[in-house]
T-cell receptor
Framework: DQQVKQNSPSLSVQEGRISILNCDYTNSMFDYFLWYKKYPAEGPTFLISISSIKDKNEDGRFTVFLNKSAKHLSLHIVPSQPGDSAVYFCAASALPSGGSNYKLTFGKGTLLTVNP | NAGVMQNPRHLVRRRGQEARLRCSPMKGHSHVYWYRQLPEEGLKFMVYLQKENIIDESGMPKERFSAEFPKEGPSILRIQQVVRGDSAAYFC??????????????FGAGSRLTVL
């Protein structure tokens, strides 16, 4: 039962163009979403997040869009750089009342390759 | 300021042996989490610990797996009588104290367990 799905195992883009990574979820209780980036032999590194009360969050070259009705979120990277080449994981959690969202549900990841 | 430190980075065990994975959280972080990534899968939550307390072990297999975070020293994830299906990357994460709200986890580089 995969509650967070990243249907594209890989994506290849040219340097300077836009990278769009997609993520779908099935659990309507999820209300906080994160993107992590992972280089080989390293741990996942937090990139950007969005709560369900927003539909967009931007941080420099990275923007996350959330469509709650479609249970879909996407990460846009503009412009893409070769150093962005990594595996990108979408993660989601349900914020319990009075608690913190430590229990993240991850997708399987999308390998992004940015070609010079 | 060192990040989350995990060791060993690679561990090879034969079936039936014990595996011990260690994790030192980031300085100032009092919460530790263990996640497991099986081949071709996303990370899956295993357990959440604070000093001397297991807060949530709902993701831990019921047998052979245990975790602790003693008053002094690193957190330990212990797997007894390992089987081939335990082969995976085990990631530790930590976070500062937060009793509510969004919580960004900082991950270590992981310990890769191979069971022969």
């Amino acid at each position: 039962d995969q509650q967070v799905k990243q249907n594209s195992p890989s994506l290849s883009v040219q340097e300077g163009r836009i990278s769009i990574l997609n993520c779908d979820y099935t659990n309507s209780m999820f209300d906080y979403f994160l993107w992590y980036k992972k280089y080989p032999a390293e741990g996942p590194t937090f990139l950007i997040s969005i709560s369900s009360i927003k539909d967009k969050n931007e941080d420099g070259r990275f923007t996350v869009f959330l469509n709650k009705s479609a249970k879909h979120l996407s990460l846009h990277i503009v412009p893409s750089q070769p150093g962005d080449s990594a595996v990108y994981f979408c993660a989601a959690s349900a914020l319990p009342s009075g608690g913190s969202n430590y229990k993240l549900t991850f997708g399987k990841g999308t390998l992004l390759t940015v070609n010079p | 300021n060192a990040g989350v430190m995990q060791n060993p980075r690679h561990l090879v065990r034969r079936r039936g042996q014990e595996a011990r994975l260690r994790c030192s959280p980031m300085k100032g972080h009092s919460h530790v989490y263990w996640y497991r990534q099986l081949p071709e899968e996303g990370l899956k939550f295993m357990v959440y610990l604070q000093k001397e307390n297991i807060i949530d072990e709902s993701g831990m297999p019921k047998e052979r797996f245990s975790a602790e975070f003693p008053k002094e020293g690193p957190s330990i994830l212990r797997i007894q009588q390992v089987v081939r299906g335990d082969s995976a990357a085990y990631f530790c994460a930590s976070s500062p104290y937060s009793d509510s709200g969004a919580n960004v986890l900082t991950f270590g580089a992981g310990s890769r367990l191979t069971v022969l």
